[in-house]
């Protein structure tokens, strides 16, 4: 029996109201399995950040249900959120986020209860940036700075790594390094949601989620998963 680590039921966000009303996610219901490498694909619009802001408790649902460890995200108080979001998920975004008056190392070691030094030196020898440790984000090209981001999520003891277009402000060079760098990380164990409108990335998942207008339309696995070194796109 396949674990599952995250249980979406029938999500509602909507934004607006009135005329204006529209339906990011319209009753969307999905269960990330430990050890998925997931991918969800659809159109710009179709509400894939807005799933993964939802189980990444960024932001509120209107309805619905997440549970993870056997509890459901959605009630949780300010701090239950809190601790949710620093132990539990790590993000990694299209545009980094990272701090950029701060260096390297400081931003791996940021978050509370990440601040293992030794770690976040061997996280950012496993991204290939140890050297740089003392640079300034803007020191950095797009592919090294995502890579950075990529070692702050997993400077937590989260098992989930939730990424959202992750290559889609890199070059293709860089965009593969990243996509062999979370192959990587699946294969050590995480559990991996990565969220794309890319359909030749899907290739490298074992699931894949196709949404469309706020709702799943399918839901497969993946029988030909393709190494990250081999997708083009
Ligand atoms: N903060 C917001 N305010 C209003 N509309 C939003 C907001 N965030 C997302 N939306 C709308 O919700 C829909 C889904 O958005 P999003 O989840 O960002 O899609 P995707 O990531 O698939 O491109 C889009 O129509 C978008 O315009
Ligand atoms: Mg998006």
């Not at 277009?165 to 593969?176: F, I, Q, R, V, Y």
Request: glycine share 10%; net charge negative; proline share 2%.
């Amino acid at each position: 029996m396949e674990k599952a680590l995250i249980e979406a039921k029938n999500l509602v966000k909507t934004y607006g109201e009135g005329e204006g009303l529209m339906y990011a996610l319209n009753g969307v219901s999905i269960t990330v399995y430990e050890h998925d490498f997931l991918v969800i694909l659809g159109g710009s619009g179709c509400g894939k950040s807005t799933f993964l802001n939802m189980i990444g408790a960024i932001d509120k649902v209107d309805s619905g249900e997440i549970i993870v460890n056997g509890r459901d995200i959605v009630k949780l108080n300010d701090r239950g959120l809190t601790l949710y979001r620093r132990n539990e998920v790590g993000f990694v975004y299209q545009f980094f986020n990272l701090i950029n008056d701060i260096t390297v190392y400081q931003n791996v070691t940021l978050a509370p209860g990440s601040r293992n030094k030794e770690r976040a030196e061997q996280l950012l020898d496993s991204v290939g940036l140890l050297d740089k440790k003392n640079k300034f984000p803007r020191q950095l090209s797009g592919g090294q700075q995502q890579r950075v981001a990529i070692a702050r999520a997993l400077n937590k003891p989260s098992d989930i790594l939730l990424c959202d277009e992750p290559t889609g402000a890199l070059d293709d060079a860089s965009g593969k390094a990243v996509l062999k760098l979370l192959e990587e990380i699946h294969n050590e164990g995480k559990t991996i949601v990565l969220v794309t409108h890319t359909r030749e990335i899907a290739q490298m998942a074992n699931r894949i989620i196709t949404m469309k207008s706020g709702q799943v339309v399918s839901d497969v696995r993946n029988e030909n998963i393709v190494k990250a070194e081999e997708i083009e796109w």
